[in-house]
């Protein structure tokens, strides 16, 4: 299975700051299709996970602009610029190139 | 609104078995792939199952092949979870999923005597 490991675990910010996750992948997550199934979820407290960003860069409707992936091949990034009270929870890579699907574990981010 | 509801949680000792489902409404649930989350108490996110539009293909992560099928009722608009032969370690809350877009809020599973 690919692994996606994801760092830092756990991050800190101040309102306003701006804040980058990293996640690499055990192997490229290019499919032969030419697309790259690198995804993001954001959960808060007690809720379910919500789809940010599919396909390393794109914003899913309705998410702020603040927020941006980047990438290629086995290393991503999710960057918040601009961070807001409502960002507190824990973030999710999670590929969908190569079964089964994999999640890294997990980036908790906390307000200052 | 695209709403995914989950049912059929609850306690059940080790050895037994249970169904979850999962009634979609607000999209056309027929022409989306479906899936199986899990998430342990306090840990991160594991998929257990996908599904083809037409429940013609399936695919299970290897900790749950043999004691999980995934089915779906299109007419009925509802993905189900049959989960047979449960262990301690399938505790968990499930979510369905339209593979990562929409997700359902959950339902808590608890394998215990």
């Known amino acids: 299975d690919v692994v996606l490991t994801q760092t830092p675990p756990t991050l800190s910010a101040t309102i306003g700051q701006s804040v980058s996750i990293s996640c690499r992948s055990s192997q490229s997550l290019l499919h032969s299709n030419g697309n790259t199934y690198l995804n993001w979820l954001l959960q808060r407290p007690g809720q379910p996970p919500q789809l940010l960003i599919y396909l390393v860069s794109r914003l899913e409707s309705g998410v702020p602009n603040r927020f941006s992936g980047s990438g290629s091949g086995t290393d991503f990034t999710l960057k918040i610029s601009g961070v807001e009270a409502e960002d507190l929870g824990v973030y999710y890579c999670v590929q969908s190139t190569h079964a089964p699907f994999t999640f890294g574990s997990g980036t908790k981010l906390e307000i200052k | 609104e695209v709403q995914l509801v989950e049912s059929g949680g609850v306690l059940v000792q080790p050895g037994r078995s249970m169904k979850l489902s999962c009634a979609a409404s607000?999209?056309?649930?027929?022409?989306?792939?479906m899936a199986w989350v899990r998430q342990a108490p306090t840990k991160g996110l594991e998929w257990v199952a996908t599904i083809s539009t037409s429940g013609g293909s399936t695919y299970y992560r290897d900790s749950v092949k043999g004691r999980f099928t995934i089915s779906r009722d299109n007419a009925k608009s509802t993905l189900y979870l049959q989960m047979d032969s449960l262990r301690s370690e399938d505790t968990a809350t499930y979510y369905c999923?339209?593979?990562?877009?929409?997700w359902g809020q959950g339902v808590m599973v608890t394998v215990s005597s």
């Open positions: 607000g999209f056309t649930f027929s022409s989306f792939p």
């Open positions: 999923t339209t593979l990562l877009q929409w």
